[in-house]
């Protein structure tokens, strides 16, 4: 072998071995933000939600809590199935909630009294929170999707017999 063949050798070599390195640490910088395809044993969350946050919905905890407004709040025992948890898991992934979200609009137009969401999600070993402010005239689209998904997990807990036991809400904000 000449030395101008070693040469091309090396190169050839180095480049190889420098876009190995660029490509594998892409795929773990994608792997962070992406889902698994199955429900992970460790997924949990909780939403805190509605006017001060005086709603609940914790699998951690397996606990709901409803705000009563006038009547302070009720906090109640109550656990998904693995399907429901399985069908929540999905639109989670769906709207790929553990990607970075855009949730202030480029707007100064502000509503009260507002509703904000707090959302805790645990999986992997990982946790990652989401704030999201009703305060805004304009939601973006991915505050949209959030809400959308508030909505679909409070329908299934609002479907339970559980739920349906808790006293109605007397009052209002303003």
Known sequence: MGKRSLFILIIFALLVSGCGGDLQSNAVESNIESMPNDVPHDFNFSVKFGVNKGNEINTFEDTVTKDLIENGSATINLTLTAEEMEIIYQKMKDINILSPKQLIPE??????PHEDDEWN??????TITHFISGAYCEPTNDVTQFIELRNDVFRIVKSKDEYKELPPSEGGYE
């Open 107 to 112: 707007t100064n137009c502000a509503v009260e």
């Open 121 to 126: 999600i645990s999986m992997n070993g990982q």
